[in-house]
């Protein structure tokens, strides 16, 4: 029951991060397209600056939860997936950097120097994020002593690079989205037809990835022995399709949110799927990491679960007043302030 509950909260965790980091990838993603101008890009990077450190909470938290709650899980990942593990924590470092650097020096080169910076740490953690993801759907080449017996480049197969595609797509549709909430005049305007634009190739890659999953992973499994599960292999399509008729009307707000749901929805498609595993191994099933043979101790796990009972709770209702302080409109008055990017 214990390994049960924290394979829920690890999953969880997961899918929230994807949905709030998910955001300021995109933006930063569709900052070379959108900031035509310095007042552009600025604008842009403040639409994401009170939110991206804490966003990345989530991620530390999800880290730090595979490590407690399933250590062995977490030593094969990090080994199996080292290359591509690092490649995206470089990557998050240096969008960080630039949240920071960027106006240090009141230099033309220089600042393009970190805006491209800033657009790789978006793109590349959004695509290797799905990479990542999609070959743990798929299982990985595990042995019998958990050592990948694959290469970097296996990784790179049809499926995964399909859901690193997949990923970068609805992360700038979802990121599109909260800056046409936080701006004003032609930036918004132009956020909104961006969202417009991208909304038909989220909605067709996540069909593809649905379908594509039912033939090169085992992730239907559950839901055919489960029926009621089948909401969450809809939830994707019903998040995606909601979010379209909120974006018609103009309710940006309604819109994200449903935007929000897709995206949850897609993280919580795969790990009910991979339930009880956590790192199916594609060579014998007997050798995947799972909740049975991963796990701490139940005292280990009695212990983490009164922290995280009690520390959860603080972090959203922390980050609840972040964003209900800081999602107002953005105007040129407001990159006057010190305190802006």
Known sequence: MLETTWFVIWGVLWAVYFML?????????LLPFLGRTETDKRLMYNAAGPFWDGNEVWLITAGGVTFAAFPKTYAVMFSSLYLALLLLLFALIFRGVTFEFRNKIDCDKWRRIWDRCHFLGSVLPALLLGVAFSNIFMGIPLDAQGVNQGSFLSLLNPYALTGGLFFVVLFVYHGALWLAIRTQDELHSRAVRTALLVWPYVLCLALVYLVASSYATKLYDNYQNIPPLKVFVLMPLLGLGLTRIFLGMNKLWAAWTCSSIGI??????????????????????????????????????????????TCVPIVIAYQTWVYKTFSFKLSEKDLANDEAY
């Open 264 to 309: 949850v929805g897609v993280a919580l498609f795969g790990i009910i799927g991979l339930y009880p595993a956590l790192l199916p191994s594609s060579l014998n099933p007997a050798w995947s990491m799972t909740i049975a043979n991963s796990s701490s101790s139940p005292l280990t796990l009695k212990i983490m679960l009164g922290v995280a009972l």
């Open 21 to 29: 980091d998910g955001f300021d990838f995109g933006i930063g993603t």
